[in-house]
């Protein structure tokens, strides 16, 4: 089993639709999340972390589901903005000098 | 602020030769490191450095040197270069001060390098 795996998609929703991705972790020692956002070409940039049972940031919600070892990102009212790849990270080993990173789920919102 | 600055851009090599990335922070941060990314793939580290004068091997790390002489700056560079090493580098960097559940890597530009 990978360390960290996502469903790389694409998702194609229309503008104003709700929708989520999940993500699934081996390593169960593993305490806190990340989910960065990369634009098509650039770099990765954090948008949430994750930790207890979730994060709420505006129309971003991250969960945990521990007994599972997954994370989920739910993006409510998508914009044509959030148009990118979601990559979900994992601290290598529990630690935080390292971090795992999923190979991403791309998302496509169209008008 | 400039933040974490990659050079080259771009470049292409042809195999047996050999080069350097510049990866420069202006953030005092003390942990850098070194990503490739290929499609299909998640980002993997290469080689990282938690100061200056150190470095450590990542999950890749093979065909590749770096060296951390000043705090600012983290170099990779590939001996004899293989067509393998087509890649995407990222570099980025973080605050020792981080380390929680805020953690934050800050990542440069990447670097487009492609090896004929």
């Known amino acids: 089993r990978k360390e960290v795996e996502q469903d790389p998609g694409p998702f194609n929703v229309p503008e104003g639709a709700t929708v989520a991705f999940n993500c699934t972790y081996s390593n169960s020692a593993s305490q806190s999340f990340f989910w960065y956002r990369q634009d098509c070409r650039k770099e990765p940039k954090l948008l949430m972390s994750v930790y207890s049972s979730g994060n709420e940031d505006g129309r971003f919600t991250a969960q945990l589901n521990r007994a599972s070892q997954y994370i989920s990102l739910l993006i409510r009212d998508s914009k044509l903005s959030d148009s990118a790849t979601y990559l979900c990270?994992?601290?290598?080993?529990?630690?935080?000098?390292?971090?795992?990173f999923g190979a991403g789920t791309r998302l496509a919102v169209h008008p | 602020n400039a933040g974490v600055t990659q050079t080259p851009k771009f470049r292409v090599l042809k195999t047996g030769q050999s080069m350097t990335l510049l990866c420069a922070q202006d953030?005092?941060?003390?942990?850098m490191y070194w990503y490739r990314q290929d499609p299909g793939m998640g980002l993997r580290l290469i080689h990282y450095s938690v100061g200056e004068g150190t470095t450590a091997k990542g999950e890749v790390p093979d065909g590749y040197n770096v060296s951390r002489l000043k705090k600012q700056n983290f170099l990779l560079g590939l001996e004899s270069a293989a067509p393998s090493q087509t890649s995407v580098y990222f570099c980025?960097?973080?605050?020792?001060?981080?380390?929680?559940?805020?953690?934050?890597?800050?990542f440069g530009p990447g670097t487009r390098l492609t090896v004929l």
């Open positions: 980025a960097s973080r605050s020792e001060l981080a380390g929680g559940p805020t953690d934050t890597q800050y």
């Open positions: 953030m005092n941060h003390e942990y």
């Open positions: 990270v994992v601290p290598f080993s529990g630690g935080y000098n390292k971090l795992i």
